[in-house]
């Protein structure tokens, strides 16, 4: 029969109540409850799958026989998930299980059930006023009042300094003699007459305790059936994300091969220690997220009155007023199942040559390898370890998978071999002019030849067996090649000599507007000098690169990204060499015909930038707009003759006011007058035809631009 999955029953039950057995039971009953003593000897743990986004997958595997109850224990903040992703799985198909736990009420909801409730972390003051009607006692510094708690108020009090003031609680209690307002801030002790009060007050201060306290819970997994069974039982909880860390070991000089090294840190911060088990590192990142499953849920009930029966009276009528009450927990969906959707780009086995033990690497065309290895180096150890981890794909990513099981107690860590296996390379300096300084970085291109893929990590570099330094690595696929810098090359310098220009390629006009083509080239000189006199260097240059600009010198270059083009440079030993790296770029500059002159324009002719079209249909433009400037310069002067006779005129009125009307002045003051009346009228009758003008040349101008294109 093939194993069928069997769908984990979860019953909440509060505290044990399913392992209870029931009066009159039989015999197999109290056999179940007895084998729940055994914590987890019957599933432990076989296997571990851990991903890089915060989860791991735990697989509990083991044989039972007949009824048995096995009890996990998890911590309080792990139960969600469990909830969320376990399974049980009888390989027989002849069992059924079913999981229990118990059940976690709201904190509030609890202490709201007893008689004195403190769920929302009352004050004193505020404690007391809920106890209204019972007895309580409160001792002053002036002896002991008894009686019953009336009510409570808060006063503001004036402090002895008088400009200050403070909210000071009261408390009313009724005591023989009368009513006493009782100042509880100077309370020493308050204690409450009702023993069955206090007790209530202790007990739920005593569940505030143990919901801090609690921070293991039990899942009790149920397995019922007959004969031995093989039971499987998985589930995911949170885990640190597991690391990597590299050692590239160069030999020394350019003999031999490199070697990689690769090393996952893995951090078992469980309270059960890992033994034997089976372990899988997983490069995908699963979309993983939390859900509150632990937690009870409760919905809002609408609060209906009892209905009675009332006497006849009469009755006046409202407009109807129909509240729709909406359920206060929204349905929660269950979420689609995703993966991480990373394609592996490689399998095998890690070992000497990256693939299976005893398998040769195979060379990579195009690369200058190192050649024979000496007699005894660091690499050819490492090389000789065999095979470490399995490259192999699970649904749609990639995992490493130990090849023997291991061991981690409990709140501990471990570094587990991966990888050991050589890989091709060469040795080289690169030169980046944004990390601001003069000298390049010593470094490595690599190609993955490991068949595995590589997952982001730092890398220690040795040299000939010393250190050399360290270099961070990205994700590195198989076959795919990358640059590690791990220390600064002080032997070599460089510097750099930027420099450009801008020169106008074309002139023309486009729907009246002038358009200006500029070639902006860029020309940037790299002076290398190697003061190594007994070593040669290949400098690998990375020059910036723009996505609107063309190289034009070197021609091409030796590999480019998408932010940089690289340039190789060999530079002998003790020898100086130059690069210039040339870029254009050709710009548009858009301009109206009046924000240039004649004389610019021309200036562009002499160089043959500009066609004789273009300055002519420039000219004619030119000379529109010289008879729109002349009439606007006539309407100027107009305009100004206006006003000097305005203010001619308000003179002369205001000296007629005290002169005499039938004197020789004011006669001369009225021709005057009549003059500059006739003067204006002339003004009035020119202005409105230089106006007209103006219109009709301003009109003649825009559709004369609007329609001008000229090449």
Not at 260 to 277: F, L
Not at 482 to 500: M, S
Request: hydrophobic share 40%; net charge neutral; proline share 5%.
């Amino acid at each position: 029969m093939n194993p069928r999955l069997l769908i984990a029953l979860l019953i909440c039950t509060a505290g044990t109540a399913c392992a209870q057995p029931a009066p009159g039971t039989d015999a197999p009953a109290r056999v179940v409850q007895a084998a729940a003593a055994s914590v987890a000897d019957e599933l432990p743990i076989r296997r571990i799958t851990m991903y890089r986004s915060g989860v791991a997958s735990f697989e509990r595997r083991g044989v039972v026989e007949g009824d048995v109850t096995t009890q996990l224990r998890f911590e309080t903040r792990a139960v969600n998930d469990v909830l969320k992703s376990m399974l049980v799985l009888d390989l027989s198909g002849k069992g059924e299980a079913s999981i229990s736990y118990g059940s976690k009420e709201p904190l509030a909801r609890r202490l709201a059930s007893f008689g004195v409730d403190i769920s929302d972390e009352p004050t004193l003051a505020a404690l007391l006023a809920r106890l209204r009607g019972s007895g309580v006692k409160v001792s002053l510094p002036d002896g002991v009042i008894s009686g019953t708690i009336l009510g409570g108020e808060t006063r503001v009090i004036t402090l002895e300094n008088g400009r200050s003031t403070i909210q000071t609680p009261f408390l009313s209690v009724v005591t023989p003699t009368g009513i006493r307002q009782v100042n509880l801030h100077q309370a020493q002790a308050v204690e409450l007459a009702d023993p069955k009060l206090a007790q209530e007050l202790a007990r739920a201060l005593a569940a505030v305790d143990e919901q801090r306290a609690e921070r293991i819970k039990a899942v009790d997994v149920r397995l019922s059936g007959e004969g031995r069974r093989e039971i499987v039982a998985a589930y995911v909880l949170e885990a640190p994300v597991w690391k990597t860390s590299y050692r590239l070991v160069l030999p020394e000089g350019n003999k031999g091969q490199a070697t990689v090294q690769g090393w996952a840190i893995v951090e078992n911060t469980s309270d059960e220690d890992w033994k034997d088990v089976r372990l899988g590192l997983v490069s995908g990142r699963p979309v993983s997220f939390t859900m509150d499953l632990y937690e009870p849920l409760f919905t809002t009930r609408p609060d209906v009155p009892v209905p009675l029966t009332a006497a006849a009276a009469p009755r006046a009528y409202a407009a109807g007023t129909s509240n729709e009450l909406r359920d206060a927990a929204e349905p929660m969906s269950s979420p689609a199942r995703a993966r991480a959707d990373m394609k592996s780009l490689g399998r095998g086995t890690a070992g000497a040559g990256g693939g299976r033990p005893g398998a040769p690497a195979e060379a990579s065309k195009g690369m200058d390898m190192f050649a024979a290895a000496p007699a005894y180096e660091m690499g050819a150890v490492l090389q000789s370890g065999g095979a470490v981890a399995a490259g192999v794909e699970s649904g749609e990513v990639f995992q490493y998978e130990l090849e023997h099981p291991v061991s981690i107690e409990r709140q501990r860590s471990a570094m587990l071999p991966i990888l050991s296996a050589p890989i091709e390379g060469r040795r080289l300096s690169i030169f980046n002019a944004s990390d601001g300084m003069e000298h390049p970085m010593r470094g490595v291109e690599i190609v993955n030849t490991t068949d595995l893929q590589l997952i982001p990590g730092p890398i220690s570099v040795y040299d000939a067996g010393a250190y050399a330094g360290d270099a961070q690595i990205g994700h590195v696929g198989a076959g795919d090649k990358r640059l590690l810098a791990y220390a600064v090359d002080l032997d070599v310098t460089c510097r750099t000599d930027w420099k450009g220009e801008s020169n106008v390629r074309k002139v023309r006009i486009v729907k009246g507007i002038l358009e200006l083509s500029q070639q902006q080239v860029g020309r940037v000189e790299y002076a290398l000098t190697n003061k190594d006199q007994k070593r040669s260097r290949l400098v690998m240059i990375e020059h910036p690169r723009d996505a609107r600009e063309k190289l034009r010198e070197p021609s091409k270059p030796a590999e480019e990204t998408p932010s940089h083009y690289r340039f190789e440079v060999e530079l002998a030993a003790g020898k100086a060499q130059k690069l210039s790296v040339v870029t254009e770029r050709t710009d548009w500059r858009r301009l109206q015909l009046t924000e240039i002159d004649l004389p610019t324009l021309m200036s562009y002719r002499t160089t043959g930038e500009v066609s004789d079209a273009v300055v002519n249909a420039f000219k004619d433009a030119a000379r529109r707009q010289g008879v729109i400037s002349d009439l606007q310069r006539a309407i100027h002067t107009l305009n100004t003759e206006r006003q000097a006779i305005d203010t001619d005129q308000n003179r002369i009125r205001q000296n007629m006011a005290s002169v005499d009307r039938t004197s020789q002045l004011y006669a001369r003051y009225v021709e005057k007058l009549t003059e500059q009346e006739t003067r204006l009228e002339a003004i009035n009758r020119e202005g409105t035809k230089l106006n007209q003008d103006l219109a009709k040349a301003q009109a003649e101008l825009a559709a004369f631009i609007a329609d001008l294109s000229v090449e």
